[in-house]
């Protein structure tokens, strides 16, 4: 007869150990993630200091982390130098345009893509991603001509209506659509609806989490973005704020440091709430939206 195996209970020194190890798991994570918040937030706490130091102390050496003055006339100076309202209204108006522009086209594209069914429908979705492995350096001038050809230079519609299509917000709103049950389609249908009265009242509602997500992420992109208005705007009044920031340092950078990172500070503050009240969403969208392909 064979012999039956026996397991014997666990005993107490075995239920420590593994508490320890635990334990010790946890720690070593914990100050993983510690030490890479301290190296993150390391910039950031140089900036905000230094755009609290006089001019003379921005260059000091060795150099300090915390301000010996807390001198707050470099904010002043900001709205002296350069219209910052007016550049803040203009960073608000381009990055809000283009997120309602992009929520709209991703979230319709992205509804075609995951639940219609129509010739070539694979062959455009390779496409389209294909598409976000070009640079937009490279058709940065095939654009500027044509947005000069539509009379549109020098001003925020440049800025506006070519980011109104993304690649990454079709694809990100196509994994979002194909998280929905495809019962609750069958359940719409057979209650009469329509194919628009489908995605308006049953995939958008469900979808408000990544939608949020893709919202944020084109806010912050767009609000951060230097390369296309440094192209497309030459009046100071259309200017966004990363333009104003450069023009903050100065002919030849000969600019105040201190009063450049205060403008940078600034420029930082709605970014940062923003983030603050929606990170929420930002991981639940993310979560949702990366679960199959």
């Known amino acids: 007869m064979a012999e039956r195996a026996v397991f014997a209970p666990p005993t107490a020194a075995m239920n420590q150990r593994a508490r320890l190890q635990n334990l010790v798991g946890r720690t070593v994570v ?3 993630l510690v030490v890479l918040a301290v190296v993150w937030l390391m910039p950031i706490v140089w900036t905000v200091s230094t755009s609290l130091r006089t001019p003379a102390q921005s260059f000091s050496l060795p150099p300090k982390w915390l301000p010996t003055d807390l001198y707050v006339a470099n904010y002043q100076t900001v709205f002296r130098t350069v219209p910052y309202g007016d550049m803040l209204l203009n960073s608000v108006k381009v990055s809000l345009a283009i997120v309602a522009g992009q929520l709209v086209t991703a979230s319709m594209a992205g509804y075609a893509f995951a639940r219609l069914r129509f010739p070539g429908r694979n062959v455009l979705f390779i496409l389209l991603m294909a598409s976000l492995m070009v640079p937009g350096q490279a058709t940065i001038i095939p654009v500027f001509i044509l947005i000069r050809s539509l009379g549109l230079a020098d001003t925020l519609s440049a800025l506006i209506f070519p980011a109104w299509v993304t690649a990454f917000g079709v694809f990100f709103m196509r994994q979002a659509f194909m998280q929905i049950p495809q019962e609750l ?11 628009w009265q489908v995605f308006s009242r049953v995939f958008l509602p469900l979808s408000a989490g990544p939608m949020a997500v893709l919202a944020i992420l084109s806010f912050n992109t767009h609000w951060n973005e230097f390369f296309r208005p440094l192209i497309f705007l ?5 200017f966004t704020l990363p ?3 450069v023009t903050l340092q100065g002919y030849m950078g000969s600019g105040s440091l201190s ?3 205060a403008g940078v500070v600034l420029s930082m503050i709605p970014v940062l709430l923003l ?4 990170q929420r969403y930002v991981v639940e969208g993310i979560a949702r939206t990366g679960v199959k392909g």
């Not at 030459?234 to 259309?238: E, K, V």
């Not at 983030?275 to 929606?278: G, K, Q, S």
């Open 30 to 32: 914990a100050f993983g």
């Open 185 to 195: 389609v069958d359940a719409a249908r057979i209650d009469g609806a329509s194919q």
């Open 234 to 238: 030459s009046t100071q009044n259309n």
């Open 243 to 245: 333009l104003g920031l």
């Open 259 to 261: 009063v450049v990172l």
């Open 275 to 278: 983030f603050v009240f929606a």
